[in-house]
Structure formats: structure tokens, C-alpha cells
């Protein structure tokens, strides 16, 4: 479906049901202390040898920037708990098939993945210096292995595209950023941006939630991705920062297609997602942004992830983002082939 519905731009499939594939555990293979009992996940600091450990994940990690290989080791994408990016990478190598535009890969965030796995204490370990320093390591250089990886697989000169998917990234003030600054969530997940700049890929960060969009907008990330069907008119209250992410190049996400509400996706069409996103760039229109260098710097997606969903309402998902993202260059780019 992914391959049928988005040629130009496909994404490689995590599948949720499977017990490494949910959005906290994926991508935490390798890091020192790690520890799982069924649904359960948990940082071992107590063990005797966790210090050992450590010291291992940072000559390990000494040795990987050395080389300049952000693949060796602990570091690799793990085939068990990404699966779908294999399967996606050994048919995208495939002579036969079609060459897209580009391709786009995603990593969890730091914060998100820090508040959602604690200590042997119950404490977020995003609260502890040490376990914190070696997450965001750990996340960057594997989304560097990521886009590494991804980038032999556009081959049309366009470099492949690694999505942050960092919802609490806009969470300050919620109960679970008690002790959590902005200064720290940004440059933790600044240097997972660099760790995408790094593999040679464009930097996106994803977020399917609402609160201060500050930091994301002032962030050195290509492209920020939101759920436009659900929190358009909490981004723009940021009306400034927005248009500074916009002046400096920046590209929008536009998660129009909704994916968290059933009834919504129930109800919606491509012509009223189509009157929706019009009414949307009005607004951005009256804030001074110029529509027609807008709309040559927007990507439609869904509003976030499908794992959710029942297949033919995933299905719906990807019809819908790609026949909006069909009429839309129809109508204002007409000369860009379309599938």
C-alpha cells in the first residue's frame, strides 16, 4: 500500500503489534541497562555491572565517530525490532522496481523515548544526566545509521528524508516535564537533528500534539511535521517563530489527513480535506506568508501514524494523502508529473 499510494516519497513500515516494534521500544536496542518483562521496560541501574556498561556504550561510542561509521555495532539498525525497514530497504534494492523521489525514514525522539522508559527507581530517566546523555547518543547516531542507509536508496540526487517523531517535544507544563527544560529538550533533540545532517539526510521532526511550539520552530530541523487536521490553529497563535522557520526555508508537514479520530476519518473526503487545507492557507495568507512559495514548500501527509487503525481505514489514510497531494499540484504546479 505504501509503494501503490506513495511512489514518490515512500516511508518505511513499523508495525506496532509486534513487541519491539512500538514507538518506545524500537529504537532502544543496545543501551546499557535495558531490561523488558512482557509490556514492561526498564533501565537495570542497579546491576552490578551496569557501570561496566557504560563505560562499554562509550567506547563503543568513541569508536563509531572515529570511523565515521555511524552502522558499526550497538549503533546498527536492529532487524527484530525494525523489520519493515529491511524488507523496505531489499525491495527499494531491486532492479525492477521503480525509483522514487526519495525516501523517508523515522527514529523516536530522546524525550518522548526519556519520559516513557524509567529507572530501577520508577524515575523517567530523562530526569538522570547520564542516562539521558547516553539516550540522545544512542537515538542520533542510530538515526545517522538511518539516514545513511536510506540515502542509497534515492537515487535521484534528492537526499532521503529522517523524520523525529517527538510528540512531547511541546509538552512543558504537563506533569511529566516536572524538572524539564526547554533548553534541555532542544538540545537533546538538536543533536539527534545532527545526527540526520550527519547521515546525509533531511532533518524532519513529527509532532502529533499541541503546546509550545517554540523550540521546534527555532530547532535547526528542515522540516517540522504537525497535525494539521486536529491543531492548525494552536500553530499559527506562534506567529513569529513561524514565520522565521518559514523565511529561513523551513518546510510544513501538513498532517491534514486525520488519523487519531475514527469518526473523523469516517467523515472526511478528498473534498473536504481539500476545502479544509484552503481555508488553513487563507490563514496563513493574512499573517503575511506569500501562498504560492507556501505551497512549493509543503509536504500533505496523514496527521500521524496508522497503527491503530483497521487496514481499510489505513488504506483510507493513504488514499486521501495522496489524492489531495495530486490535486494540489494539479492545481498549482501543473508541469510536476504525476504518478
Excluded at 516519497?9 to 512500538?22: F, M, N, T, V
Aim: charged share 20%; hydrophobic share 45%; glycine share 10%.
Amino acid at each position: 500500500m505504501i509503494f501503490r499510494y506513495t511512489p514518490e516519497i515512500p516511508l518505511w513500515p513499523q508495525l506496532p503489534r509486534l513487541p519491539k516494534q512500538g514507538m518506545i521500544r524500537q529504537f532502544l536496542d543496545g543501551f546499557p541497562g535495558l531490561r523488558e518483562d512482557g509490556k514492561r521496560l526498564w533501565i537495570d541501574t542497579e546491576a552490578a555491572d551496569f557501570p561496566e556498561q557504560m563505560a562499554g556504550f562509550y567506547e563503543e561510542y568513541g569508536a563509531n565517530e572515529a570511523a565515521d561509521d555511524p552502522c558499526q555495532g550497538r549503533f546498527a539498525m536492529n532487524r527484530e525490532a525494525a523489520g519493515g525497514f529491511y524488507a523496505f530497504c531489499q525491495t527499494l534494492s531491486r532492479d525492477d522496481e521503480p525509483r522514487p523521489w526519495t525516501v523517508k525514514g523515522q527514529i523516536t525522539g530522546p524525550i518522548t523515548c526519556g519520559i516513557g522508559v524509567p529507572d530501577s527507581r520508577g524515575v523517567a530517566m530523562v530526569h538522570d544526566d547520564n542516562l539521558r546523555d547516553m539516550l540522545v547518543r544512542l537515538i542520533a547516531t542510530r538515526a545517522a545509521c538511518q539516514a545513511r542507509l536510506l540515502g542509497r536508496l534515492a537515487r535521484r540526487g534528492i537526499p532521503p528524508l529522517v523524520f523525529i517523531d517527538e510528540p512531547a517535544m511541546v509538552g512543558f507544563g504537563s506533569s511529566g516535564f516536572s524538572g524539564i527544560s526547554r533548553e534541555m529538550v532542544s538540545e537533546a533533540v538538536g543533536e539527534v537533528i545532527t545526527g540526520v545532517h550527519r547521515g546525509g539526510a533531511v532533518a524532519g521532526v513529527h509532532i502529533c500534539a499541541n503546546g509550545d511550539w517554540q523550540p521546534v520552530l527555532a530547532s535547526a530541523a528542515d522540516i517540522v511535521s504537525f497535525d494539521a487536521y486536529s491543531y492548525f490553529d494552536n500553530l499559527i497563535l506562534y506567529r513569529q517563530p513561524l514565520l522565521d522557520f518559514l523565511a529561513r526555508g523551513g518546510v510544513l508537514a501538513w498532517g491534514i489527513v486525520p488519523t487519531g479520530d475514527v469518526a473523523a476519518l469516517e467523515r472526511a473526503t478528498e473534498d473536504s480535506l481539500y476545502a479544509l487545507w484552503r481555508g488553513q492557507l487563507a490563514k496563513l495568507r493574512a499573517l503575511g506568508v506569500d501562498e504560492k512559495q507556501m505551497v512549493a514548500r509543503i509536504l500533505i501527509t496523514p496527521s500521524c501514524g496508522t497503527g491503530s487503525l483497521t487496514v481499510a481505514q489505513a488504506e483510507k489514510v493513504l488514499f486521501l494523502t495522496a489524492a489531495l497531494s495530486c490535486r494540489l499540484r494539479r492545481e498549482f504546479y501543473p508541469a510536476i508529473p504525476l504518478p
